[in-house]
T-cell receptor, first 109, second 116 residues
Framework: AQSVTQPDIHITVSEGASLELRCNYSYGATPYLFWYVQSPGQGLQLLLK??????LVQGIKGFEAEFKRSQSSFNLRKPSVHWSDAAEYFC???????FGAGTTVTVRA | GAVVSQHPSWVICKSGTSVKIECRSL??????MFWYRQFPKQSLMLMAT?????????EQGVEKDKFLINHASLTLSTLTVTSAHPEDSSFYIC????????????FGPGTRLLVL
């Protein structure tokens, strides 16, 4: 069975500081991994995805994620956050898309 | 590219009435569409998977007679909440997956349903 764990429920970060969101997955084969962002009252926007190849994946809005098979992780990073990055972030694993519980990011001025 | 729309974006209805929510893939053909439900401050819960031209596959615990799903074309899926009750109030989100783009799902903006 596949599953996703996001250990951090809520993260607060200062504007301009770096951000890292953790994601651990459980899946028997090579997973398809995704990060989505959801603003309040909105649907989900795809930030980036990993299918195969280079383990460091670049996404939109300056985000990147690194796939580490040995750690079963797919952590999301951004070097310098903007106030507009405040949102809910979901990690997901396919083929049967399973979502983590989400991490709420608050950005303080 | 890969835009998914939902209509309506929000709806208020009386208890006992039925509500239909549409999900459209605007610029690609979606062989598979998914319907999710999201409660406040929680993750998405998959309700059902629908493939164009065939019956939807419902997740365990989801009443198929209450949540009717139709995927009549490669660009349209509908979710009808029949005889809605206040406990059906939620945020419903659809997603669509296209042929040839791996397992990527593209999500609609969601529909907020409030049943009075």
């Amino acid at each position: 069975a596949q599953s996703v764990t996001q250990p951090d429920i809520h993260i607060t970060v200062s504007e301009g500081a770096s951000l890292e969101l953790r994601c651990n997955y459980s899946y028997g084969a090579t997973p398809y991994l995704f990060w989505y962002v959801q603003s309040p009252g909105q649907g989900l926007q795809l930030l980036l995805k990993y299918f195969s190849g280079d383990t460091l994946v670049q996404g939109i809005k300056g985000f990147e994620a690194e796939f580490k098979r040995s750690q079963s992780s797919f952590n999301l990073r951004k070097p310098s956050v903007h106030w507009s990055d405040a949102a809910e972030y979901f990690c997901a694993v396919a083929p049967r898309l399973s979502f983590g519980a989400g991490t709420t990011v608050t950005v303080r001025a | 590219g890969a835009v998914v729309s939902q209509h309506p974006s929000w709806v208020i209805c009386k208890s006992g009435t039925s509500v239909k929510i549409e999900c459209r893939s605007l610029d690609f053909q979606a062989t598979t569409m998914f319907w999710y439900r999201q409660f406040p401050k929680q993750s998405l819960m998959l309700m059902a998977t629908s493939n164009e031209g065939s019956k939807a596959t419902y997740e365990q615990g989801v009443e198929k007679d209450k949540f009717l799903i139709n995927h009549a074309s490669l660009t349209l899926s509908t979710l009808t909440v029949t005889s809605a009750h206040p406990e059906d109030s939620s945020f419903y989100i659809c997603s669509a997956r296209s042929v040839g783009v791996g397992e990527t799902q593209y999500f609609g903006p969601g529909t907020r349903l409030l049943v009075l």
